[in-house]
């Protein structure tokens, strides 16, 4: 589904991405993790266009990306960020509705899709009128996901989406994107900083350091195997982060 062969991208003489390859097969979750400023959210917004490379080439489903390809590419490419990214001006329903309406669909078809997603997501209908300062931050990012999942894409970009929440909501939110993730089965790309969120939620892993991929795999591959001393050095970091270090067991 996406193919990144020798991908670089250079702010100043600092290198974001440097020479990075990665075959992402359809219908998968790929978690991208690391420390901050290893290059994951610029790899992930790659993908969609927002940062153009320097050098290297990225394949979407045969097509390659570039100026004239974005365009077509991107309404097929879902996209949450961090904190929702919602308008404030907006409510939740027209949030999600926001390149539905755009691209001409009818009332119809837009009202029955976000009854569709309020029940995947387990949004209340009741609060799809409400605006976004009325909301709750797990409700807002479930709005965020239903934006996302709008125009029924085939890969679906997390960027750290649970990342400002507090734990409870965040552990509720973990369990619901893994429902969707398994029920939708769309290819999917996902930032975390938390090495349990990215075990549980994904199928591979790929961790980065300095705009390289250090290992690619899955946690076991990480525990058991360590490419070299600094993945080792991660692992540990994060057991030593969780209370409960059972979640990395």
Same mark, same amino acid.
């Given at each position: /589904?996406? =193919?990144?062969? +020798?991908? @670089?991208?250079?702010?100043? %003489?600092?290198?974001? *991405? !440097?020479?990075?390859? #990665?075959?992402?097969?359809?219908?998968?979750?790929?978690?991208?993790?690391?420390?901050?400023?290893?290059?994951?959210?610029?790899?992930?917004?790659?993908?969609?266009?927002?940062?153009?490379?320097?050098?290297?080439?990225?394949?979407?489903?045969?097509?390659?990306?570039?100026?004239?390809?974005?365009?077509?590419?991107?309404?097929?490419?879902?996209?949450?960020?961090?904190?929702?990214?919602?308008?404030?001006?907006?409510?939740?329903?027209?949030?999600?509705?926001? /390149?539905? =309406?755009?691209? +001409?669909? @009818?009332?119809?078809?837009? %009202?029955?899709?976000? *009854? !569709?997603?309020?029940? #995947?997501?387990?949004?209340?209908?009741?609060?799809?009128?409400?605006?976004?300062?009325?909301?709750?931050?797990?409700?807002?990012?479930?709005?965020?996901?239903?934006?996302?999942?709008?125009?029924?894409?085939?890969?679906?970009?997390?960027?750290?989406?649970?990342?400002?929440?507090?734990?409870?909501?965040?552990?509720?939110?973990?369990?619901?994107?893994?429902?969707?993730?398994?029920?939708?089965?769309?290819?999917?790309?996902?930032?975390?900083?938390?090495?349990?969120?990215?075990?549980?939620?994904?199928?591979?892993?790929?961790?980065?350091?300095?705009?390289?991929?250090?290992?690619?795999?899955?946690?076991?591959?990480?525990?058991?195997?360590?490419?070299?001393?600094?993945?080792?050095?991660?692992?540990?970091?994060?057991?030593?982060?969780?209370?409960?270090?059972?979640?990395?067991?």
């Amino acid at each position: /589904m996406l =193919r990144l062969k +020798g991908i @670089s991208k250079y702010y100043g %003489e600092v290198a974001a *991405l !440097e020479q990075l390859s #990665l075959d992402i097969q359809q219908g998968s979750t790929t978690a991208l993790i690391g420390p901050s400023g290893c290059g994951k959210s610029t790899l992930l917004r790659a993908l969609i266009g927002l940062v153009t490379p320097d050098t290297g080439v990225i394949d979407f489903n045969g097509v390659t990306l570039n100026r004239e390809s974005y365009t077509q590419v991107r309404r097929q490419v879902g996209y949450v960020v961090q904190d929702a990214g919602l308008f404030p001006h907006l409510t939740a329903r027209c949030n999600i509705e926001l /390149m539905a =309406r755009h691209l +001409g669909w @009818s009332d119809q078809r837009r %009202e029955t899709r976000v *009854l !569709e997603l309020a029940e #995947l997501t387990h949004f209340p209908r009741g609060c799809l009128d409400r605006f976004p300062t009325e909301l709750s931050g797990g409700q807002n990012q479930r709005v965020g996901l239903m934006r996302a999942l709008m125009l029924e894409p085939e890969v679906l970009l997390l960027d750290e989406p649970l990342g400002a929440l507090d734990p409870m909501i965040r552990f509720e939110l973990q369990e619901d994107l893994r429902s969707i993730f398994t029920a939708l089965k769309k290819t999917v790309v996902m930032v975390t900083h938390d090495l349990a969120e990215a075990a549980f939620l994904s199928d591979n892993i790929v961790l980065m350091r300095e705009g390289c991929i250090v290992q690619r795999g899955t946690l076991e591959d990480m525990l058991n195997a360590p490419a070299d001393e600094f993945v080792a050095q991660f692992v540990r970091a994060q057991r030593n982060h969780h209370d409960d270090t059972a979640q990395l067991a």
